[in-house]
């Protein structure tokens, strides 16, 4: 399975959330959202994609269609739902995963992604291809069409009022943040997507962990991040964020895999260290951008 494994070490090592290996070659690979990236390989791709290895980040029954009607050989998922699971076990495409849950939702995590919804009654792999590739177009058609008739602009106009209640209301967020970060006295700050912006962004030097509570490296990683905060107190900023329940900033810094520290100055990413390591080598990443 040398094409499996080189689809899935492609997947880590480019931040992508999509890798197709076949023969030793890598046939099509991206970083888009969605399942737009696998209906992109069949357009392109066609029959030739049939015995490829197939390494995604999120894979659900819609994504798991796909493979069955493009015959595909093997798949890798990061996270794999249980409907694609059975899907991928029943054609006997060899499968391997990292985390199993009940369902794919939504950008927003409010309900279903509405590709799982439509995948959810078909069996059909054909069937499958047909309303998915029509669903895409049709979502891309009027997301075109509300950009084209300024919607959008109307929408921001409409709202200003409102939108300048949130900015203010953030503003004093973050303002009683600072306060309680500076009583805390070198521990790591746990921030969201919300207050991302307003804390990393206005410090000079600052390191997140982006961990996730089912992580057992992560919580590994814990007491050293706790250190570090002390001991670069009054040098660098010391954060965490929980990829589960930040996931815009998490995909924002393409960060696939748990714990990822990623070190910034003014906002930009200088060095990233990926896994449960040494102490010493994150105060090493850090001495490099301090003074």
């Not at 410090?203 to 961990?211: G, Q, R, S, T």
């Not at 965490?240 to 714990?259: C, G, I, M, W």
Request: proline share 3%; aromatic share 6%.
């Amino acid at each position: 399975m040398q094409d499996s494994a080189e689809a899935k070490d492609q997947l880590q090592k480019k931040h992508l959330t999509l890798c197709i290996v076949k023969d030793g070659k890598v046939l099509f690979e991206t970083a888009s959202r969605g399942i737009s990236g696998f209906l992109s390989a069949l357009d392109e791709l066609g029959n030739k994609l049939e015995g490829a290895s197939v390494a995604d980040k999120v894979a659900g029954k819609a994504i798991a269609l796909l493979c069955v009607y493009a015959k595909v050989r093997a798949v890798f998922a990061v996270t794999l739902s249980e409907q694609a699971k059975a899907t991928l076990e029943q054609s006997n495409i060899n499968l391997e995963w990292d985390n199993l849950v009940r369902s794919i939702l939504d950008s927003n995590r409010s309900g279903m992604c509405p590709f799982e919804k439509l995948a959810a009654e078909i069996s059909n792999p054909e069937e499958a291809y047909a309303k998915l590739k029509a669903l895409r177009d049709s979502m891309k058609a009027r997301s075109d069409k509300s950009m084209l008739s300024g919607e959008h602009e109307q929408f921001i106009s409409d709202e200003k009022e409102e939108l300048k209640r949130i900015r203010e209301k953030k503003l004093k967020e973050f303002k009683e943040l600072m306060e309680r970060m500076n009583e805390m006295n070198g521990e790591p700050i746990h921030i969201t997507d919300s207050s991302f912006n307003e804390i990393v962004n206005k410090n000079e030097l600052a390191l997140v962990d982006f961990w996730a509570a089912w992580c057992g490296p992560c919580r590994a990683l814990a007491p050293t991040i706790e250190e570090i905060a002390k001991e670069f107190a009054g040098k660098a900023f010391v954060g965490k964020l929980n990829v589960d329940e930040n996931p815009a900033t998490a995909e924002r810094f393409q960060v696939y895999s748990v714990p990822t520290v990623v070190i910034m100055k003014k906002g930009k990413e200088v060095d990233r260290i990926v896994g449960c390591v040494p102490k010493g080598q994150i105060e090493n990443a850090l001495k490099k951008h301090t003074g």
